[in-house]
């Protein structure tokens, strides 16, 4: 067992470690991913249209209780999810049949629930600082409501992309509802954060140093990625 | 040969929050003619372009375009041969070139095809040197110069202009009323105009409109409409003698 005090030690073997190029190491990286773009996938395929529509139809009734319930849902405690999706999933549950609790299956689903409202809430908030006039100049040379829409959320795009990684910030970071509903079993669904925890409950900080750096590394990475591609300027396709 | 109408209204009222703001029991406007809309301040003239361009519907009554009854269900190919020049347009966050080939694009043309067309009028409105440049960090006069471009591109049938030179220095007012007698000698086209400014009515527009708070004054060929104005109202707005 290490000692948590000798913290920069720890990083030279988290160094060390990851250039090892561990199986296990390797097949969690592999699954945390494999949760986190999954969760962040069908949370952009729902947040994104949910978000624009809320974002540009400015005359909703009751457009002031939809916002308080998606600024709730943005704030959804991990953990209340977790248990929420564990009953659900449960074998009483109403989903129990399906299997999945313990379960990579339960793990996307958890993280999605908390990814969408920050998809929905953040894209419709980037699109509410989109000039109302744009709309309605771009309908005026000819564009469809859908080519309105996705021009928009091109102007909007820094907002909507700041959107997407709030969104994957808070699925690879999650730890409490992903324990709750996928165990963290060894080989089938142990991922960083649950790894993490469990190695420094077991005093393994080198380990725990190393899954950080990796978790912290992937965030980073696909930031990087997303920047990139908002950086990119195209035209919207003709319908 | 009879001539032919581009847009005919009947019984049109625009009513924002209890408050009539336009009511044109009759109006014609002619294929192929600028028609001049002026009137002061909140008499209705942005109010009726954007229901020429179907932005808005108008409450009670109805707008014919050519021989469709209701403009408002017009199918889309026939509804884009109809576009407005903004007062203050929005420009992408693009390039200027990219603006200007945004209405081709969004007609499906390829950015290849889109290119000769756009440098050409990027050429004609001395914008050649600004082609890569970001569209928003524009001047005023480059802007809107931009905005006529990019409406000219694709060829509309008509073209509705609010105000289009209101805050733009003489050069840039010359450019583009240029541009526009250009595009009308070219090929037939219908223009709306809107303006404050009657001189630029009287030396562009075959026939001017006055609007008083949400109504019809009087229409009439230009030389007319300014030497002999049937209205008063009309006299006094020409001689810059009306207050409101």
Redesign the interface.
């Known amino acids: 067992m290490d000692t948590p005090g000798t913290l920069g030690a720890a990083l030279l073997d988290a160094v060390i470690l990851l250039a090892s190029g561990d199986a296990a190491l390797l097949a969690v990286l592999g699954r945390t991913l494999e949760v986190s773009l999954a969760a962040l996938g069908i949370a952009t395929a729902v947040g994104l249209p949910t978000g624009a529509v809320l974002g540009l139809a400015r005359g909703l009734p009751a457009r002031g209780t939809v916002r308080a319930l998606i600024y709730t849902g943005m704030g959804l405690p991990p953990v209340v999810v977790g248990l929420f999706v564990y009953l659900l999933l449960s074998r009483a549950g109403p989903l129990g049949d399906l299997g999945w609790l313990f379960s990579v299956k339960a793990m996307v689903l958890a993280q999605t629930i908390l990814s969408v409202p920050l998809v929905v809430g953040l894209t419709m908030a980037a699109l509410e600082g989109v000039d109302p006039e744009l709309g309605p100049q771009l309908a005026a040379l000819g564009a469809t409501p859908v080519q309105v829409a996705r021009t928009t959320l091109r102007e909007a795009r820094s907002g909507v992309l700041a959107a997407i990684a709030a969104a994957f910030g808070a699925a690879i970071s999650e730890v409490g509802a992903v324990m709750l509903v996928g165990g963290n079993i060894e080989g089938q669904t142990r991922v960083l954060t649950t790894a993490i925890l469990l190695e420094t409950r077991r005093g393994q900080f080198s380990l725990a140093c190393a899954l950080g750096l990796l978790l912290l590394a992937l965030t980073f990475t696909l930031n990087f990625v997303l920047l990139r591609a908002g950086e990119r300027r195209t035209l919207p396709r003709a319908d | 040969m009879p001539t032919e109408i581009e847009f005919a209204l009947e019984d049109v009222r625009r009513v924002y929050a209890g408050r009539t703001v336009l009511d044109i029991p009759a109006l014609e406007i002619r294929r192929g003619e600028l028609l001049a809309l002026v009137g002061p301040s909140g008499s209705g003239k942005s109010t009726l372009l954007?229901l020429l361009?179907?932005?808005e519907k108008p409450d009670t009554g109805r707008i014919g375009f050519r021989q469709q009854p209701d403009l408002g269900a017009l199918p889309?190919a026939t509804?884009?041969q109809i576009?407005?020049v903004?007062q203050?347009?929005?420009l992408?966050?693009?390039?200027v070139e990219?603006n200007v080939?945004?209405?081709l694009?969004?007609?499906?043309?390829g950015?290849a095809t889109a290119r000769p067309r756009v440098r050409e009028l990027l050429d004609e409105l001395g914008l050649a040197a600004h082609a890569r440049a970001p569209a928003p960090r524009l001047s005023a006069g480059e802007r809107q110069r931009v905005a006529l471009a990019?409406?000219l591109a694709?060829d509309p049938a008509v073209l509705?202009l609010d105000e289009p030179t209101a805050n733009l220095d003489p050069h840039n007012v010359s450019l583009l009323e240029e541009r526009i007698r250009r595009e009308r000698a070219r090929r037939p086209l219908t223009v709306v105009l809107v303006t404050h400014n009657v001189f630029q009515a009287r030396r562009l527009a075959d026939r001017c409109a006055l609007l008083l708070g949400g109504k019809l004054v009087e229409v009439g060929e230009t030389q007319r409409f300014f030497e002999t104005p049937l209205d008063a109202r009309v006299t006094a707005f020409v001689r810059g003698e009306m207050v409101w």
């Open positions: 954007r361009n179907g932005l889309l509804r884009r576009t407005t903004f203050h347009p929005r992408l966050d693009r390039s990219e080939a945004l209405g694009r969004i007609r499906g043309v950015r990019r409406s694709f509705l």
